[in-house]
């Protein structure tokens, strides 16, 4: 990629990545009150909030992190698959995605339950997922500050037939 569109594309990717972060701590401090207030109607407020942060703000994030950080990858000089870094980046973000979808019927089931008139009080939440998923997005976002070092077999090959031999 030309320099400033590999920029422009980094600087999409860390966008995306951070809002994921910053709306699970969202979503976190709404599962928090949904659980633990004492007061129906703010319960069943903050399960309904759960709801709409979930697919309005989460998924999208996390679906633009995937595809964006596949084209950062794959245009620049780190590649998807010639680092253990980005390669384990890139697993965890996909696991990491896979589980949110999965979680979001779970979700969409408290929201549903709070909005029928039930008392939601005695919801479950759904906690363990999101801090979970929390710390799954702080080991991605590590990965991305250290750039452990290490190559693929596949990187070490290609990395070995760009040099130029000694004559």
């Not at 069943?44 to 596949?70: C, E, F, H």
């Not at 990491?96 to 979700?107: F, G, N, P």
């Amino acid at each position: 990629m030309p320099p400033r569109l590999r920029k422009f594309v980094l600087t999409l990717h860390v966008a995306t990545s951070v809002g994921w972060l910053g709306a699970v701590v969202a979503y976190i401090a709404l599962d928090i009150t949904a659980v633990s207030s004492g007061e129906v109607h703010v319960s069943r407020a903050a399960y309904l909030m759960m709801n709409v942060t979930v697919w309005y703000a989460i998924v999208p994030l996390a679906l633009a992190s995937v595809v964006i950080g596949t084209v950062n990858a794959l245009g620049t000089t780190w590649g998807l698959v010639r680092h253990y870094w980005v390669l384990a980046k890139f697993l965890l973000t996909i696991f990491a995605t896979v589980i949110l979808l999965v979680e979001t019927r779970t979700v969409r089931a408290l929201a549903d339950v709070a909005a029928s008139g039930a008392d939601p009080r005695q919801l479950p939440g759904s906690l363990p997922h999101s801090i979970g998923g929390m710390v799954l997005l702080l080991v991605i976002l590590a990965l991305s500050v250290y750039k452990p070092r290490g190559m693929t077999r596949y990187g070490w090959r290609r990395q070995q037939k760009t040099r130029v031999p000694a004559e």
